[in-house]
């Protein structure tokens, strides 16, 4: 999506219904919107989510869309501590048929299935690319270029954990689920080795992991352009 578009949708902004949330974790949270008809968004891309119940300081987040394209919800999920923002608060507060607004979708984030894929989750960076392998099983698409996804938890909670090993199975990619840095460097080496600047490498999570690991994989001699990155403020 260009530029031009990207700030034609932002200002674009559509209601959403809220429909219902619960605990994916201890302190995440799952929220779900129901999907107008009007309503799209490429997988990998983020909307810009305005709480209009309440006035509330900052009241836009900005939140990737953790489901697919062709599901029938709109899905954002967040971590929420025990003193969460007033914003955070307002999303706890919301009731079934409720309204928020969202701006967007925007981003190009996405998977290129002309070449093998590296992705790489950090913690609760893992939601761009739920919505990106929800969609490649809902659209039928399982055979194409290779791809292996790395997820990062330190505190081994690992979100969609269920969903991303039946996917796996169905959309036949890999999926490694590790809980150290050393051990991520270590399997992002190996990929690296055998594919080169032959795939292309998707980084999501906290903004100080995502800067990192790019430039880890860009001292193997991996070009700018393989990398794509979306970066998680805040957490």
């Known amino acids: 999506m260009s530029f031009f578009q990207d700030m034609f949708s932002i200002f674009k902004k559509r209601e959403l219904a809220f429909l219902e949330s619960y605990k994916e974790s201890e302190d995440v949270y799952s929220f779900l919107f129901k999907k107008e008809n009007d309503v799209t968004w490429k997988a990998g891309q983020y909307g810009l989510f305005i709480i ?6 900052n009241s836009t987040k900005p939140f990737s869309i953790a489901s697919a394209p062709l599901e029938d919800v709109v899905r954002i999920t967040t971590r929420i501590s025990d003193q969460p923002s007033d914003y955070k608060k307002a999303l706890l507060e919301l009731k079934q048929g409720m309204k928020i607004k969202m701006g967007g979708p925007v981003g190009s984030f996405h998977l290129d299935h002309t070449k093998p894929s590296l992705l790489i989750a950090g913690g609760i960076g893992i939601t761009p690319f739920r919505a990106m392998l929800k969609q490649m099983a809902a659209a039928g698409n399982k055979g194409g270029q290779p791809i292996q996804l790395l997820y990062l938890d330190s505190n081994k909670s690992y979100l969609y ?6 996917l796996a199975n169905q959309l036949s990619f890999k999926v490694t689920y590790l809980d150290s840095r050393d051990e991520l460097e270590q399997e992002m080496n190996q990929y690296i080795n055998l594919h080169k600047d032959k795939a292309n490498y998707l980084i999501a999570g906290p903004k100080s992991i995502v800067d990192s690991l790019s430039s880890t994989i860009k001292q193997n001699n991996i ?3 393989n990398i794509q990155k979306d970066a998680f403020f805040g957490y």
């Open 223 to 225: 070009p700018k352009r």
């Open 161 to 166: 954990k269920d969903e991303l090993d039946a």
């Open 52 to 57: 209009t119940h309440r006035k509330v300081k």
